[in-house]
């Protein structure tokens, strides 16, 4: 085995594939700054490009656009609040708070050192997991994968601190949107309303770009000035403070690297719920007085996204690799460039072709440290980026949102279900609902109700199947107390109920 | 403002709204088979459940009180009266330029949807310069052009007007 990693590690350490690397890196690093682009169409655009390439070489590109991708996305959710890609959106929440403090410098800092910590500690567990994926992933069946949605919802819902009831219906709402479109359990079209375009759902990546490029694009217009409030303490950020940011919040980077190293090695759950519930369990995580600055510009609210999203995109090389499962819509474009090269990702690729996909490996972390570098290097200049006036800056973003918005599959109704979700976005920010929910809901809503038939097929209709398997049993348990829990704490308050109705009545 | 219960009558607004939506949405799952409306229409039921919930909690009375305070005591009153609000007008023009926008792509297409934008927003939003207007919107264009078109080789959308489907 060790004769293998250094195997990848020897024939990465050419110049071409170096070259390639970097290429890919920047090619990552631009299209993960661009919403709506992300790793999975700079994938798909070079794909062609690679036949010509040895198939190591197309390893090592493919590697570091998937390593620079995540830096890229970071960049733009905390200096504009516009993700480049879904899982960033964790990052903007309080990535973008820091950058209307005029921090943009520390959060960025702190994203590149999460960034590659979480991408070293991803490799790490990929390493040792790979030769024992396969038991792994079998103990989880329909029944855990309903319930591992439903767990998901629930703790992104509780993590809106002090929004239980509106996290869970932005949640619903989530969920109502994501079964528009074909269903595969029944065969036919639902909730179109005749619209051809919806029979594929309500796409996710136009819906985000909306959600949040959108609508804070909307929230800019209306209260005017620039992203930054403090135009000198933009001037004065030092990039090493936040390096030094993660290396004090270590426990966060660690936990973050392990809930993205699990998430990943499940098939189809993907980046978005890797960093969403790496941001919500730091929250529930925190002392009581840190919690309430999580969303204003914590920094821990940057380095725990941060951390899952890359130790996410080594680990989800597991199911890709090892099963032919692709972790996401990356991992599914990148297995079309590993079927071009002639390696048949399953079982047989880990036993013909371990050199090049150590190698990959390999590649996939220098690409995560190499972007966090150059990510760091731009930190003072893109920080300026944050004065810009909103009158001038919005129109900008919402050129290229819109733009990358019909780009993902050059289908013009990207650009409505973009500017409908704007609108939803700032109508939830405007009214305080979360938008947490909305999009863990979008992302897990079509697989949570397959589960939740297969289940039921399973077990011929009867719902006892979720408490006759222990692991489902735990997470049916884990989620009801993650529900009851706090509106039980809040009843029992006595004191603080007396103040309200006291109050109340005052009035 | 008028109020309702206390509180002010657009504060309930998306409440309604999605009530509405939700009701709406549950009538057509139930035109669908048992199997396919299972899942949405559960969700659908609980959800209005959730949205009579939230609605009673935005009042100010006592039951809404104790709700939001058990329930979601982000929004509790005091804090909500603390909430910086802004003209509804100036938030409906906000989202017309929006929306603006994302039409004047389906008609005349991107590569003169964002020169026309652009300039327009400029001018009438920002107040700027003529000069700096028409510098900013051929700059915005150039990018999307060089970018998309050139870089990435992607057609760009031509418009319904100019042929686009």
């Given at each position: 085995m060790l004769d293998m990693w250094l195997h990848g590690?020897?024939?990465?350490?050419?110049?071409?594939?170096?070259?390639?690397?970097?290429?890919?890196?920047?090619?990552?690093?631009?299209?993960?700054?661009?919403?709506?682009?992300?790793?999975?169409?700079?994938?798909?655009?070079?794909?062609?490009?690679?036949?010509?390439?040895?198939?190591?070489?197309?390893?090592?590109?493919?590697?570091?656009?998937?390593?620079?991708?995540?830096?890229?996305?970071?960049?733009?959710?905390?200096?504009?609040?516009?993700?480049?890609?879904?899982?960033?959106?964790?990052?903007?929440?309080?990535?973008?708070?820091?950058?209307?403090?005029?921090?943009?410098?520390?959060?960025?800092?702190?994203?590149?050192?999460?960034?590659?910590?979480?991408?070293?500690?991803?490799?790490?567990?990929?390493?040792?997991?790979?030769?024992?994926?396969?038991?792994?992933?079998?103990?989880f069946g329909p029944p855990e994968f309903f319930l591992l949605a439903l767990l998901g919802l629930v703790i992104v819902s509780t993590t809106s601190r002090g929004k239980l009831l509106r996290g869970l219906i932005t949640g619903g709402f989530g969920l109502m949107v994501a079964f528009i479109g074909y269903n595969d359990v029944s065969g036919g079209e639902r909730f179109t309303y005749g619209v051809e375009y919806l029979w594929d759902g309500v796409h996710l990546v136009p819906a985000l770009i909306g959600l949040f490029a959108v609508a804070e694009m909307i929230n800019l217009y209306v209260k005017g000035g620039s992203v930054a409030n403090n135009a000198a303490s933009v001037k004065i950020t030092k990039m090493t403070s936040g390096l030094m940011q993660t290396f004090r919040h270590w426990p966060t980077v660690l936990r973050g690297s392990l809930i993205g190293t699990v998430v990943g090695a499940v098939p189809g759950v993907g980046g978005v719920v890797a960093s969403?519930?790496?941001?919500?369990?730091?929250?529930?995580?925190?002392?009581?007085?840190?919690?309430?600055?999580?969303?204003?510009?914590?920094?821990?609210?940057?380095?725990?996204?941060?951390?899952?999203?890359?130790?996410?995109?080594?680990?989800?090389?597991?199911?890709?690799?090892a099963f032919g499962i692709p972790g996401g819509v990356e991992m599914a474009v990148f297995m079309g460039i590993l079927i071009v090269h002639g390696m048949q990702p399953g079982p047989l690729l880990?036993?013909?072709?371990?050199?090049?996909?150590?190698?990959?490996?390999?590649?996939?972390?220098?690409?995560?440290?190499?972007?966090?570098?150059?990510?760091?290097?731009?930190?003072?200049?893109?920080?300026?980026v944050?004065?810009?006036?909103?009158?001038?800056?919005?129109?900008?973003?919402?050129?290229?949102?819109?733009?990358?918005?019909?780009?993902?599959?050059?289908?013009?109704?990207?650009?409505?279900?973009?500017?409908?979700?704007?609108?939803?976005?700032?109508?939830?920010?405007?009214?305080?609902?979360?938008?947490?929910?909305?999009?863990?809901?979008?992302?897990?809503?079509?697989?949570?109700?397959?589960?939740?038939?297969?289940?039921?097929?399973?077990?011929?209709?009867?719902?006892?199947?979720?408490?006759?398997?222990?692991?489902?049993?735990?997470l049916l348990a884990a989620t009801i107390a993650l529900l009851v829990i706090p509106v039980v704490r809040a009843m029992l308050s006595k004191a603080s109920n007396r103040k309200i109705l006291v109050e109340r009545e005052a009035a | 403002m008028k109020r309702v219960l206390g509180t002010p009558v657009t504060d309930y607004m998306p409440a309604l709204g999605l009530l509405t939506l939700t009701a709406i949405y549950l009538a057509t799952a139930y035109q669908y088979s048992p199997d396919a409306r299972a899942v949405p229409a559960g969700v659908a039921w609980v959800m209005l459940i959730l949205i009579s919930l939230d609605l009673v909690s935005r009042t100010r009375t006592k039951s809404g009180a104790a709700l939001m305070h058990w329930l979601n005591p982000a929004g509790d009153a005091d804090k909500q009266d603390a909430v910086k609000r802004y003209p509804v007008l100036k938030q409906l023009v906000a989202v017309a330029w929006i929306a603006g926008f994302a039409a004047a792509m389906l008609l005349i297409g991107i590569l003169y949807a964002v020169p026309l934008y652009v300039f327009l927003s400029l001018l009438i939003q920002g107040r700027r310069p003529l000069l700096v207007c028409v510098g900013f919107a051929a700059g915005a264009t150039l990018m999307i052009w060089l970018l998309f078109d050139i870089v990435l080789s992607l057609e760009l959308y031509p418009g319904i007007l100019f042929g686009g489907a």
């Amino acid at each position: 085995m060790l004769d293998m990693w250094l195997h990848g590690i020897e024939g990465l350490l050419q110049f071409r594939e170096l070259a390639f690397l970097a290429l890919g890196m920047f090619i990552g690093l631009f299209f993960g700054a661009i919403p709506g682009l992300g790793g999975a169409a700079a994938l798909a655009l070079l794909m062609p490009l690679t036949y010509g390439l040895e198939p190591f070489t197309a390893l090592a590109l493919s590697g570091g656009v998937m390593g620079g991708v995540p830096m890229g996305g970071s960049i733009t959710a905390i200096l504009l609040n516009t993700p480049g890609s879904a899982p960033n959106a964790a990052t903007a929440i309080d990535g973008y708070p820091l950058a209307q403090q005029g921090k943009a410098g520390l959060a960025i800092g702190a994203a590149a050192s999460s960034n590659s910590i979480g991408g070293i500690l991803g490799t790490v567990s990929v390493l040792a997991i790979l030769p024992i994926a396969k038991n792994i992933v079998l103990l989880f069946g329909p029944p855990e994968f309903f319930l591992l949605a439903l767990l998901g919802l629930v703790i992104v819902s509780t993590t809106s601190r002090g929004k239980l009831l509106r996290g869970l219906i932005t949640g619903g709402f989530g969920l109502m949107v994501a079964f528009i479109g074909y269903n595969d359990v029944s065969g036919g079209e639902r909730f179109t309303y005749g619209v051809e375009y919806l029979w594929d759902g309500v796409h996710l990546v136009p819906a985000l770009i909306g959600l949040f490029a959108v609508a804070e694009m909307i929230n800019l217009y209306v209260k005017g000035g620039s992203v930054a409030n403090n135009a000198a303490s933009v001037k004065i950020t030092k990039m090493t403070s936040g390096l030094m940011q993660t290396f004090r919040h270590w426990p966060t980077v660690l936990r973050g690297s392990l809930i993205g190293t699990v998430v990943g090695a499940v098939p189809g759950v993907g980046g978005v719920v890797a960093s969403f519930l790496s941001y919500s369990m730091t929250v529930q995580a925190a002392k009581e007085e840190d919690r309430d600055s999580f969303g204003k510009g914590n920094i821990k609210g940057v380095i725990a996204p941060e951390a899952a999203i890359n130790a996410k995109d080594c680990s989800s090389l597991i199911p890709t690799l090892a099963f032919g499962i692709p972790g996401g819509v990356e991992m599914a474009v990148f297995m079309g460039i590993l079927i071009v090269h002639g390696m048949q990702p399953g079982p047989l690729l880990l036993r013909d072709h371990q050199v090049e996909i150590y190698g990959l490996i390999w590649a996939l972390t220098a690409s995560c440290v190499l972007a966090s570098f150059t990510g760091l290097l731009l930190v003072k200049p893109l920080s300026y980026v944050t004065l810009l006036d909103a009158q001038i800056l919005a129109p900008l973003v919402l050129c290229v949102a819109f733009a990358g918005s019909y780009a993902i599959d050059m289908t013009i109704e990207n650009v409505v279900v973009t500017a409908v979700f704007g609108v939803i976005g700032y109508l939830m920010v405007r009214f305080d609902y979360p938008r947490l929910t909305i999009v863990i809901a979008l992302v897990l809503g079509a697989s949570a109700e397959r589960n939740f038939h297969q289940s039921m097929l399973m077990s011929d209709g009867k719902w006892s199947i979720y408490l006759n398997r222990p692991i489902s049993a735990v997470l049916l348990a884990a989620t009801i107390a993650l529900l009851v829990i706090p509106v039980v704490r809040a009843m029992l308050s006595k004191a603080s109920n007396r103040k309200i109705l006291v109050e109340r009545e005052a009035a | 403002m008028k109020r309702v219960l206390g509180t002010p009558v657009t504060d309930y607004m998306p409440a309604l709204g999605l009530l509405t939506l939700t009701a709406i949405y549950l009538a057509t799952a139930y035109q669908y088979s048992p199997d396919a409306r299972a899942v949405p229409a559960g969700v659908a039921w609980v959800m209005l459940i959730l949205i009579s919930l939230d609605l009673v909690s935005r009042t100010r009375t006592k039951s809404g009180a104790a709700l939001m305070h058990w329930l979601n005591p982000a929004g509790d009153a005091d804090k909500q009266d603390a909430v910086k609000r802004y003209p509804v007008l100036k938030q409906l023009v906000a989202v017309a330029w929006i929306a603006g926008f994302a039409a004047a792509m389906l008609l005349i297409g991107i590569l003169y949807a964002v020169p026309l934008y652009v300039f327009l927003s400029l001018l009438i939003q920002g107040r700027r310069p003529l000069l700096v207007c028409v510098g900013f919107a051929a700059g915005a264009t150039l990018m999307i052009w060089l970018l998309f078109d050139i870089v990435l080789s992607l057609e760009l959308y031509p418009g319904i007007l100019f042929g686009g489907a």
